[in-house]
């Protein structure tokens, strides 16, 4: 066989278990927005973070929902913390510590600058398995970026923290977008000197703040550029990858990660917001279509099994371009966090620019 007739087989393959999933979901991973506040004003944030906005559930309010997950669903789903900044959240270190207590794996997502060598240790302490750091390009443009003069330095001393305590799998997330794309060589030289375990590059999408910036979108010749890149690297047998973002087609397909496009969200993922409102990937913007139910008023568990239906129902129903498409058993109509739930139809689709 091809190499494009193994990925064939294998898309088909996929689409056949998803179609599974759909009706079988499997919670894996259980994502905490622990607030909203963060040290940080990234231009390009999905959730609007700002210094002054809420934290999320209560101390005692999430361990009653821990305890309801475990009971519900044992200990297989990851619990992943985010924000706005994680650490910022008044009682995260005694809210983590009940998660290693439970039995979780726990990981979380975070901007580093406020990982000290003390926090680094009490994160080991607390059963932190993996974490993904923010840095979005040379000092410079990571400080303007970010909104934080220092962040840089801020970010990069966190992460050595990190791996000096070799007690986690600590990766680098980059957003790419059509002015840092040109520093991706000088930071890939930075990065590979550290120990980071991944570096994972994902596209800049139009959600969030990141609406306002059309013109920091990639163009169709900055993705194929970024597919170039992350693929080179990867033949070279170093940890970069793309992010699960969209189907890009059989030239890029298990090319640029290690298997092939399936979105997450609501079949494997599931987030619960600030306020209790729960949805899949907190990616994904907060619609009325989107937004399952709240735990305040419906038990978790409930809202998981008996909802959820527009994530288990693939996203090109929605819209008649993307069901006529022929490659719409392998993509579905793409990631959920980059559809419009005004129009019906993809804000981003590889269709035109990868294939």
């Known amino acids: 066989m091809t190499r494009e007739e193994i990925k064939r087989k294998n898309l088909d393959t996929l689409a056949a278990w998803q179609e599974k ?3 079988e979901p499997q919670l894996r991973q259980l994502f905490l927005e622990l607030t909203l506040r963060c040290n940080e004003h990234c231009f390009h944030c999905g959730s609007g973070c700002a210094p002054d906005l809420p934290h999320g559930l209560t101390l005692d309010q999430y361990r009653t ?34 998660v290693r207590d ?8 975070s901007n580093a600058t406020l990982i000290t060598k003390e926090v680094a240790g009490r994160l080991k302490e607390a059963g932190m398995r993996s974490i993904s ?5 040379l000092p410079e443009t990571h400080d303007r970026y970010r909104g934080l003069k220092g962040a840089y330095e801020l970010g990069m001393a966190g992460v050595k923290n990190l791996t000096d305590t070799d007690a986690f799998t600590t990766m680098v997330t980059t957003v790419v977008n059509h002015e840092n794309i040109n520093e991706l060589d000088a930071l890939f030289e930075i990065l590979n000197a550290t120990d980071i375990n991944e ?22 010749e900055d993705n194929r550029r970024l597919m170039d890149f992350i693929r080179d690297k990867r033949a070279q047998g170093l940890p970069v990858e793309y992010s699960c973002c969209h189907f890009l087609g059989l030239e890029y397909e298990a090319e640029v990660r290690d298997w092939y496009f399936l979105c997450n969200a609501g079949v494997y993922v599931a987030g619960i917001l600030v306020n209790g409102d729960v949805t899949a990937c907190l990616d994904v913007p ?6 399952q139910g709240n735990i305040f008023e419906t038990p978790f568990a409930e ?9 288990r ?30 129009k019906d139809e993809p804000k981003v689709c590889m269709k035109g620019t990868l294939f």
């Open 21 to 23: 999933l759909c009706k």
């Open 65 to 98: 929902l821990l305890d309801h997950v475990k009971a519900e669903f044992g200990t297989k789903p990851l619990i992943a913390v985010t924000g706005g900044e994680p650490l910022l959240y008044p009682d995260f270190f005694p809210l983590m510590e009940y």
């Open 102 to 109: 439970l039995g979780f794996r726990w990981g979380m997502t």
């Open 133 to 137: 750091v923010s840095i979005d390009g």
């Open 199 to 220: 570096w994972r590059l994902t596209g800049l999408e139009p959600i969030g703040r990141a609406e306002k910036a059309k013109g920091m979108l990639l163009t169709p």
């Open 286 to 291: 907060h619609h009325a279509n989107t937004i």
């Open 303 to 311: 809202i998981w099994r008996k909802r959820f239906d527009i994530y």
């Open 313 to 342: 129902r693939p996203l090109s129903e929605r819209n008649a371009v993307c069901a006529a498409c022929p490659e719409v058993k392998w993509c579905r109509g793409g990631s959920y966090h980059s559809w419009d739930y005004v």
